[in-house]
């Protein structure tokens, strides 16, 4: 049997029994939302804790959370940690992230129905996963991040490289489902 460049996309994808909830992320109609919720379930986190960012004409655009799809983009050639990510095409793991200097300004913003009279502060990001999500091709196509946010890092569980290997099986996958492939 040959094998042609277009039938990369057919391809069988085999994951371990603890990401086989991925599967679901490939069919048609399958929405950002139910990706963030099999990602969250999978990672232990909160859904607004999982973003997925779209490589569009030289910016990073949120997919995931939601509520952070209008409120910007991020420049591939910015000192943002996803455009790190993008450009070194490599994984990583920030267990101090509160310590990792970086633009805190999208934590500053309260997803949608948060009351906005709320005093309560907004808990930081503590600990960080970034993995480049590649087509066949290595072409970039996004940044999926997974992150755990808490009023003190002491609290908040460390990721381990277990975890991190999990992240880049999930953007392989994510690199063919059709939230990735979708203008």
Do not use: Y
């Amino acid at each position: 049997m040959t094998h042609k460049p277009e039938d990369a996309a057919m391809e069988e994808i085999i994951l371990p029994e603890n990401l086989v909830a991925l599967g679901s992320v490939l069919g048609e109609g399958v929405t950002p939302l139910e990706i963030s919720m099999v990602l969250a379930k999978v990672f232990r986190v909160q859904h607004a804790e999982v973003a997925l960012l779209r490589l569009d004409g030289g910016l990073l655009k949120f997919i995931l959370p939601e509520h952070l799809k209008t409120t910007g983009a991020i420049p591939i050639s910015s000192k943002a940690v996803a455009a790190h990510t993008a450009l070194s095409k490599k994984a990583e793991i920030f267990n101090n992230f509160a310590r990792v200097k970086h633009a805190s300004i999208f934590e500053t913003i309260k997803p949608v129905g948060a009351e906005a009279e709320d005093p309560a502060p907004l808990a930081p990001i503590q600990k960080l996963m970034s993995v480049p999500i590649l087509d066949h091709q290595a072409t970039v196509l996004g940044v999926i991040q997974i992150s755990r946010k808490g009023l003190d890092p002491r609290f908040t569980q460390d990721f381990s490289r277990e975890d991190l290997h999990d992240l880049e099986l999930a953007a392989g996958v994510l690199a063919v489902s059709p939230v990735m492939q979708a203008n």
